[in-house]
T-cell receptor, first 114, second 110 residues
Framework: AQKITQTQPGMFVQEKEAVTLDCTYDTSDPSYGLFWYKQPSSGEMIFLIYQGSYDQQNATEGRYSLNFQKARKSANLVISASQLGDSAMYFC???????????FGAGTILRVKS | SQTIHQWPATLVQPVGSPLSLECTVEGTSNPNLYWYRQAAGRGLQLLFYSVGIGQISSEVPQNLSASRPQDRQFILSSKKLLLSDSGFYLCAGTEGKTQYFGPGTRLLVL
């Protein structure tokens, strides 16, 4: 079974609008971490945001926020006030337990329109 | 904070030739290090990880090997490349709970 599922292969958003990128996960471990990375066309993987399974509040980092719904096992990324530079591939990833290995989803391509 | 360096940035190699990709880390000591491969338009697949010098764990059976001769050096190798080894190779290191990535190496095997 897929541990990380990103159901949106591609998304479009108008510049300055908000967009939500979906991510659901599957784990039986009560301790885990969820990550979002951005990969522009250059290929580098840029860390955006992290949410721990025991964190009481949703994580936020500037224009990025993580809508963490533990019961639904979802960790959607919300990008507010989209910019043209946000066009990239976005990956959701999970770390289980005390380990450091990450499992990645298939990614979502985001295109911001002017 | 740590910085991950990778070279070369791009490599074109014939089938059957050897491979050596290097990853070095600065700004931290004794990091966990990782090699990932990304096929075109796909997600990342973990190939190897290392928790210390000489300690290598392989995640998938394949034509590649990894070594960690120094604390901040992680090398990905092959004795004979296959066409299927083409892809984008990323090295990553942990800092706290987060993995940070290098710029990657694009490998094309012809």
């Amino acid at each position: 079974a897929q541990k990380i599922t990103q159901t949106q292969p591609g998304m479009f958003v108008q510049e300055k609008e908000a967009v939500t990128l979906d991510c659901t996960y599957d784990t039986s471990d009560p301790s885990y971490g969820l990550f979002w990375y951005k990969q522009p066309s250059s290929g580098e993987m840029i860390f955006l945001i992290y949410q721990g399974s025991y964190d009481q509040q949703n994580a936020t980092e500037g224009r990025y926020s993580l809508n963490f719904q533990k019961a639904r096992k979802s960790a959607n990324l919300v990008i507010s006030a989209s910019q043209l530079g946000d066009s990239a591939m976005y990956f959701c990833a999970m770390r289980e337990g005390g380990g450091n290995k990450l499992v990645f989803g298939a990614g979502t391509i985001l295109r911001v329109k002017s | 904070s740590q910085t991950i360096h990778q070279w070369p940035a791009t490599l074109v190699q014939p089938v059957g030739s050897p491979l050596s990709l290097e990853c070095t880390v600065e700004g931290t000591s004794n990091p966990n290090l990782y090699w990932y491969r990304q096929a075109a338009g796909r997600g990342l697949q973990l190939l190897f990880y290392s928790v210390g010098i000489g300690q290598i764990s392989s995640e998938v059976p394949q034509n590649l090997s990894a070594s960690r001769p120094q604390d901040r050096q992680f090398i990905l190798s092959s004795k004979k490349l296959l066409l299927s080894d083409s892809g984008f190779y990323l090295c990553a290191g942990t800092e706290g709970k987060t993995q940070y990535f290098g710029p990657g190496t694009r490998l094309l095997v012809l």
